[in-house]
């Protein structure tokens, strides 16, 4: 099989990525390196060579932006002139910081939406009717001490998160008009934290960081002088926020089983919520990071952030029934792991 990923150089796309190389598949990535660096293409390269000598250089890269039109057209003819078909799409390329979401909407339209109906356009021109798509549980409305299922209340309260749900409509519209022809997976995503155990690729973020987990790590690194957590009120037994961290590994082998639900179930529509199913606090991950690297994180309470909410936990038991997929690794793992990334490359790739 040979399978396109979209933002295949980033955090999540790195480790598909790795993941579906040590399956045999054929991969061809395209990201425009805006936000991650291309470094990560030799770093996955060689831990497939150091898990597997004889690894077939089965990897292509190409730059650009979905956004081109033009560009992903000619990613798909230059495929099929070499006598090659994308057997499938994991589009994972997009904006993702609810906080500049909230500072710049435009730009997360322009980008998410219009950059996947560029995508499906292009994909229906050339025959390739397999896509799984990376969403987000920030599609889901507030929700209380209860965990999130797929048909739990949607309303997204940040234009990252409705960008995400008009996705997912737009391709549940595209899918009923030919249920005959498309294979969709929504894969909401919690949490994703750590990194590869080899510690060789890990979360890279360049510009503003705003997710807790490298902003701890930078506090670890003493390149931040404290941790801001936004709000010690909330409706939480510690008042800090509740989130399901799952391990990026985890969360990478549940692409590979999605695509391959879509080869083997070729029509077919579904929403998958990827989480651990177990919800942690910020406080309590702050402390499970000391406790298994023997670091201090110094941290201060700040006002709460427009867009948060107290508690995201997920009912993962869809995913694990219909993909046969079972989260293996612990928060403890997650920090370990994560940390081992940072500390081994602190100036990133």
Not at 48 to 76: C, M, Q, R, T, W
């Amino acid at each position: 099989m040979r399978v396109l990923i979209t933002g295949g150089a980033g955090f999540i796309g790195s480790h598909t990525v790795l993941t579906l190389l040590t399956k045999g598949i054929e991969v061809t990535i395209i990201d425009s390196f805006q936000n991650c660096s291309k470094k990560s293409i030799s770093a996955i390269k060689k831990i497939a060579h150091s898990l597997n000598p004889n690894y077939p250089n089965n990897i292509d890269f190409l730059s650009g932006n979905i956004l081109d039109l033009d560009f992903l057209e000619k990613v798909f003819e230059d495929e099929n002139n070499k006598n090659k078909k994308f057997d499938g799409v994991i589009h994972l390329a997009g904006l993702k910081s609810v906080s500049d979401s909230i500072k710049n909407p435009v730009k997360y339209w322009d980008t998410n939406v219009g950059g996947t109906m560029n995508l499906i356009k292009i994909m229906n021109r050339f025959e390739c009717y397999r896509l799984v798509f990376s969403s987000s549980a920030t599609i889901y409305g507030v929700s209380g001490s209860g965990k999130i299922k797929e048909d739990s209340k949607i309303n997204p309260i940040n234009p990252y998160g409705t960008t995400k749900l008009a996705i997912e409509t737009f391709l549940n519209d595209l899918y009923k008009s030919h249920t005959n022809k498309w294979g969709i997976i929504n894969l909401r995503y919690f949490n994703p934290i750590g990194a590869h155990e080899s510690g060789s690729i890990g979360e890279n973020p360049t510009g503003d960081i705003n997710n807790i987990f490298p902003l701890i790590n930078k506090v670890a690194q003493k390149k931040i002088k404290e941790l801001h957590i936004y709000g010690s009120d909330w409706d939480t037994p510690d008042g800090t926020c509740i989130r399901d961290y799952i391990h990026i590994m985890d969360l990478a082998e549940a692409h590979f089983l999605a695509i391959n639900y879509l080869f083997k179930n070729e029509n077919d529509f579904l929403n998958l919520n990827l989480g651990t199913g177990k919800g942690h606090s910020i406080l309590q991950l702050i402390k499970t990071f000391e406790k298994v690297n023997k670091i201090k994180i110094p941290y201060m309470f700040s006002k709460r952030r427009d867009g948060d909410i107290s508690s995201v936990v997920a009912d993962n038991k869809k995913a694990l029934e219909v993909l046969n997929w079972k989260p293996e690794r612990n928060i403890e793992d997650m920090c370990i792991d994560g940390w081992k990334w940072y500390s081994k490359n602190p100036d990133g790739f």
